[in-house]
């Protein structure tokens, strides 16, 4: 009899009809395949039990656990966004290394770990997501628990200068050692994850330098996560009508989309905005910035800071360049309703994702799949995100060189129709063929051991 999917996740949908990329992308996994989502309850308790408690059942059920507030301090908060997180984004100088965090997220794991092996059967696939669970096949192993475990990370795997940062360096070898699958989002971080391995005896190279295997499992493999991108382009089309911006006539509409994130940045994308600013030439349209981000993870020191930075960068410039009737960059501190967001998409003229370290970056594959492919939008993408491997045809710039962003402006708000479509059809064609089915499809046979 073949066992049941389980995923595992930090956070789980609480609501019937979920939103949001990664979100959707499990739960439509699930409704097709059938089984159990695994998360934490979202609310701390003082005493947590050992124990998953079933909250929905449906095509598939919904499990919670619980975490007590000191360990979402230490675990979520601390380690998890604290340490791995600017870690993992290349800033460690970001890092907050404590004790107590390296406990908590242990204890959270190893608590994990027991109810998961009192819960999983020898044919259940487990499948578990993200840097919050990094240590728990090992844990899982360590119970003698001996269905496939597969992970995957949503974010970049980090070089190994930057992994010596971390006290648990060594672990984080045998942590992703004893996985099945441990799948990334791109060929760069299968390079890194390789590079962590070298010299080490969990690992096998062949001749030419490639990883064979990795302890008893296979070696990493890269699946670059997809969108839903027919849905989200029908999503696009049905509300563009409802957008109204409040643009006065010839004006040209930039976009950024953005959880309010220090990695994915939004200081140098203003100022390689207020770049195109300064250089622009008379005959070059005049554009708004309308930048959506909203706040998170604001219990952390360091999103407080980019917080403030961010507002301070946007008054400067605005203060310098603004007019009686345009105002250069307009910011929007909340998260916006996904209907109006894919209508925002098809109406933007450019859109800027320039992060300085992405895993992959789903606004850039939904601002394609949104656009009109007789006079689309052009996507500016930095190359330090994942989705730069795949969408090799938008203007690829290098977010810390300000002035190349700034002049990448000014190329795409002049961009001849002609090469605007071009570019576009090959994006679409990539945003269509490898969308989120085919993701979910390629990990899942690696997991099944059929591909
Ligand atoms: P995130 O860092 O959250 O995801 P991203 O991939 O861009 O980044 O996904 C964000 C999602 O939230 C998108 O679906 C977007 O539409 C939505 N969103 C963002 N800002 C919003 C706003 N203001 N209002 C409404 N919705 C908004 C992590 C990794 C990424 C990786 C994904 C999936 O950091 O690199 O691509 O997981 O693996």
Redo the contacts with the bound molecule.
Sequence with gaps: MSGRLIVVSNRIPTEAQPS???VVALHDCLTTEGGVWIGTSGTPVEKPEPKLREIARGDYTRMVFDISPSEQEGYYLGYANSVLWPLFHRRADLVHLRPDYADNYLAVNARLADMLAEFAGPDDLLWIHDYHFLPLAKLLRDRGVSCRIGFFL???FPVVADILALPQANDLKDWVAAYDVFGV?TKGDVGRVMAHYRDDPHAIFDTQGHMVALNNGAAPRHFP?G?DAREFASLAQTHEADISLALTLGQKLVLG???L?Y??GLVHRFEGFAAYLDARKPDTPKATLLQ???PSREDVDAYRDIRTELEQTAGTINGAHSELDWTPIRY?R?????DM?AGVYRRADVAMVTPLA???????K?FVAAQNPENPGVLILSHF???AEQLTDALMVNPYDTAEVGAAVEQALTMPRSERQDRHAALFDNVMREDISWWTQSYLSALRGTS
């Design positions: 949001g990329g990664l949503h974010i970049p989002q996560i969108i989309v953005d959880r994130d990695s994915k959506i981000a909203p929007i909340r998260a916006v309703d996904r967001l992405d895993g992959m970056n789903l606004v850039a939904e995100a994942g989705a």
